[in-house]
């Protein structure tokens, strides 16, 4: 398994600002992603973070709006951008590291909310 | 597109229960399934792991089972305690690696 930290762990923001997410994992990992949950939603992927390359984004979330940044094997950032309140939602971090061939693991997430 | 489905959304129960929380998925063809447990205000504790070739995993009380062609799968929970508390979310997995496609969730109550 991977230890994942996440920061901030939680934050109010206020509408049109950007807020960026730091996620360190105590490991090499080749890959990292990150996911979104709304309230009352399922989670849905955002973006694989791939370290030397741009990150790969999912249908529906374009890098205008969060930029991703995976600058070694270890740490990645994400940045939501001019957020309203639709954004308010908790982002995770997931790393794939278990033994098992794509076991994913999670941090502990960051709350947001847009007023 | 996977959609996935679990049931119930919320269950209350008094604690040493045995419990089965259900899991269905749309498309058969899965690479995996993984059941997570999610505390309020938490991230995700994966909890087991089925490959597309098992039937089922074991984890102390906990165990899940995995019928890939009829897109199911349960977790049941053996003698349940207050300390079991918490969303627990099941996620399939079509191949590409970290895209996982989760249900909404149980959030289960174990009271004293």
């Known amino acids: 398994s991977a230890v994942i930290s996440q920061k901030p762990s939680r934050d109010i923001c206020q509408r049109g600002t950007s807020l960026t997410i730091q996620c360190q994992v105590d490991s090499q990992v080749t890959m990292m992603f990150w996911y979104r949950q709304q309230p009352g939603q399922s989670l849905t992927l955002i973006a694989t973070a791939n370290q030397g390359s741009e990150a790969t984004y999912e249908s529906g979330f374009v890098i205008d709006k969060f930029p991703i940044s995976r600058p070694n094997l270890t740490f990645s950032t994400l940045t939501v951008s001019n957020m309203s309140p639709e954004d308010s939602s908790i982002y995770l971090c997931?790393?794939?590291?278990?033994?098992?061939?794509?076991?994913?693991?999670f941090g502990e997430g960051s709350r947001l909310t847009v007023l | 597109k996977q959609e996935v489905t679990q049931i119930p959304a919320a269950l209350s129960v008094p604690e040493g229960e045995n419990l089965v929380l259900n899991c269905s998925f749309t498309d058969s063809a899965i690479y995996n399934l993984q059941w997570f447990r999610q505390d309020p205000g938490k991230g995700l504790t994966s909890l087991l792991l089925?490959?597309?070739?098992?039937r089922e995993q074991t984890s102390g009380r906990l165990n899940a089972s995995l019928d890939k062609s009829s897109g199911r799968s349960t977790l049941y929970i053996a003698a349940s305690q207050p300390g079991d508390s918490a969303t627990y979310l099941c996620?399939?997995?079509?191949?590409?690696?970290?895209?996982?496609?989760f249900g909404r969730g149980t959030q289960l109550t174990v009271w004293p």
């Open positions: 996620a399939v997995s079509g191949g590409t690696l970290g895209r996982l496609y």
């Open positions: 089925i490959q597309s070739s098992q």
């Open positions: 997931s790393v794939a590291a278990g033994t098992a061939a794509g076991e994913l693991f």
